[in-house]
């Protein structure tokens, strides 16, 4: 790790000086301290002390010596975990009947986990400073649980139900992979298979292999540190890991130290990294790429402890000498290289079989099979005195910091935002000046409040250019003066690496706005995101970052000169199948309608918000007062004929509108009765689908009133495709035989919005075509005869026009 560590020789001369030194470097039943590990942990013990943040150099090896012993009952209850129903704190081997009869989890990176957990834990210990942690490989969560219980860094929940010794071990086992329901169908166990609001310092699930590579950087706030435990098959997924180096500044980035699990294995073959060629490769991708890749013994916790601190020190180093001049960004991001095989510690390693069960056959009913385990977990067992000392030590250590569930992103609230008046219009323009306009006033009004816009692309397109000329492309090499090395926007052609930026910036304002179509990209970085704070939500514990919006603008109805690749209303379809109370769809018509949701969003905490509207010039249909009845009900009056038998017309998205208020001004002069309805949030008005989604329902009588049962005939234009609109408004859609709903039918190509909206049937002609139906009257009762020959599809669609 430095070309300036003691010889072999030296470090025999400080055995025989050192007792503790000596007897931490024997190593601990399969942990093993190579030469270059014992050196880092020489120069590593005298750092400590010369910094004050240790004793004496008696009191680092004896801590070191308690993380070998917490990682060997990590590794040994990890396996249990797998396949054990019950664990015998003596140390016996277990009968057939202590196994399970159906043993899962994913054992082999877990147990590649234990150390560099372990050794996490170490270096909080011996600096008295709590680092927060992300894992990217989710499914690793045995490592983190088995370790948090065997520290006691366990949520309240989990302390009630497994901090009772072999009791408590115990339950853990049987719930592990348990699958066990409480009344409602919630999972009873405060135990899952990934990463989740239960495990004890956890900040996001880690389902989805790579995102986390795409947000570590983007985590921490200045003064902070970050550990990101990182996966060699996450690093084959997409581009925009390796870009860390050009995202992060010392200014308003914490440190972030990304620690990559190399075992060179997926689930059923080598990943590139499995090979010497792959590895070598690697190493020289991040080189160039602005990284300082340091490879080290990933089946060692003390060679964790070592690395980790070393990279504070030279990513410290290196942001000093950027303050004297000697260095410009980007600076060399320490980044550490964990060598391991699969499932280091027990049976099976380095095999594909480690991945998930190890073992040949399963222990309760194959007796070799349940010989191999007993073996194999022999040399992992610690007796109980000494793994009660080695806790004691650790719970030491916690005096006067918190504990590492209590970390500072585990705890992330920023202040509330400071709101800027709102500038209401009267003329026609671009509901995206709103939020331009907007969010610059908001970050000018909270400096506090770090600010990242996510870019794929084109801001200025996407008229967002006040955005982007107070807030800057972040770059390493300015052209223009839209781009300067601290700004603030991310910009790169990767939708996951963009968005990635504010999910992980909880701790202060977010913008993201994209095509509509390209938006999809996004969703899954968004939805794991949302499930972790659902999961906190449910806990008790909610997420505390501030709400944000995602824009899909230059969307599906004023894309069609882009071809059909450009016009997708899946995004906010998708979204809308979430849980209301953790993302809002909203399709705001005009700026003022955009205007007056912003407040809200920004105020909310632990949810988002997708925002689906124009770029274009629009017309300005609702006032201030009308704009703030629309974002607290989710709908509006705009228009009404009164008559028996009205037919209720339910607009939704911006064009929808234009089109369904041509379509009320033919049914004014046929003299038939009707109400236009605005419908801005669907989501107000769905079915709950359970306690919380309640929240996020319209207010009482508001459903009644807008959409009252007597209207029976409805007629919706919908933004989104309508089976979709219909499968989710079924409430204010009752009966499908007297409704009728509109919207986009996968039909495109290069077309203009008028051209689009004949396309998918969803103009002002089809909606009165719908009216015609439903009311039972010939279609030219409504439409001109060459208007219903167009509807019809048998004449010009020119016409319509």
Known sequence: MNQLLPSLAELDRHAEIQSEFARWRTGYGVIEHALETQAAVFRLAHQLVQAHLQPDLASVYRLLQAVDRLGSAGLWLVVHMTYARRARLDGSALDAEDFKSSPEGHTGGSLNMVPAYAGYLGLNALTGSTRSWLMGQGHCVAAIEALNLLTDNMQPEQARAYGEGEAGINRLLEDFYGYHLAADGSPSAPLGSHVN???????????????????????????ETLVAFLSDGAAEEQRGSDWIPRWWRAEDCGMALPIMIANGRRIEQRTQLGTHEGLEGFRQHLSRCGFDPIPFDGRDPAAFVCMLWEMEQRLARRVEEKARG???????????????????????????????LPLPGNPRFDDSSRELFNTHVAPLFVPQDELESARDLLRQSRQGRPAE???????????????????????????????????????????????????????????????????????????????????????????????????????????????????????????????????????????????????????????????????????????????????????????????????????????????????????????????????????????????????????????????????????????????????????????????????????DGVTERLFPERMELRVMLTHMRPEVARGHLWPILPDARRNSVLGYRNRGGTLDTEGMQFANRASWAN??????RLLDVPRTALLKPDEAAAVAGKGDPRVLR
């Not at 590579?213 to 985590?219: D, G, K, P, V």
Request: hydrophobic share 45%.
């Open 197 to 223: 609001a239960h495990t004890g310092g956890g900040i996001a699930e880690g389902g989805y292999l790579g995102f986390a590579e795409l947000q570590y950087a983007h985590m921490p706030l200045p003064g």
């Open 326 to 356: 000697l260095l410009s960004y980007p600076l060399p991001i320490p980044y550490g290289i964990a060598e391991t095989v699969k499932g280091f510690g027990f049976y099976g390693a380095a095999s594909n079989a480690a991945h998930n």
């Open 405 to 699: 569930r209590d970390s500072a992103l585990a705890l992330r609230r920023p202040a509330e935002p400071v709101i800027p008046p709102l500038n209401y219009q009267g003329n026609a323009c671009s509901p995206m000046a709103a939020v331009d306009d907007f969010f610059v006033a908001l970050t000018c009004a909270n400096p506090s409040l770090r600010p990242r816009v996510g870019n794929p692309d084109e801001l200025a397109s996407n008229r967002l250019g006040g955005v982007l000329q107070a807030l800057k492309h972040r770059v390493i090499d300015p052209e223009s003066e839209l781009e300067a090395v601290d700004g603030k926007i991310i910009t790169a052609l990767n939708e996951e690496a963009v968005v990635s930026a504010c999910l992980a910036n909880q701790g202060g304002l977010n913008l993201v706005a994209s095509y509509e179509a390209f938006c999809v990209k996004m969703l899954g970085a968004v939805r794991q995101t949302l499930i972790f704070a659902r999961q906190q939500k449910e806990v008790g514990r909610p997420a505390g970052w501030l709400g944000w919006p995602l824009i899909a603008t230059s969307h599906t109805w004023e894309n069609g000169k882009n071809q059909q690749s450009h016009q997708d209303t899946s995004f906010c379809e998708a979204l809308l199948g979430e849980m209301s109370d953790m993302v809002r769809v909203l399709f705001p018509a005009d700026h003022n309608s955009a205007l007056a949701l912003l407040p809200s969003i920004y105020r909310a905490r632990g949810n988002l918000a997708c925002l689906v509207m124009p770029k274009r010039e629009r017309p300005a249909v609702f006032n201030q007062a009308q704009a703030e009845q629309l974002a607290k009900d989710g709908a509006i009056i705009v228009d009404e004929q009164a008559g028996g038998d009205a037919i209720l017309l339910i607009a939704n998205g911006s064009y929808q509108l234009t089109e369904m208020q041509r379509a009320a001004a033919r049914l004014k002069e046929a003299d038939v009765a009707y109400r236009l309805i605005y419908l801005q949030e669907p989501g107000r008005f769905r079915a709950p689908r359970d306690r919380w989604e309640i929240d996020g329902l319209a207010a």
């Open 767 to 772: 909606v009165l075509a719908a009216c015609a």
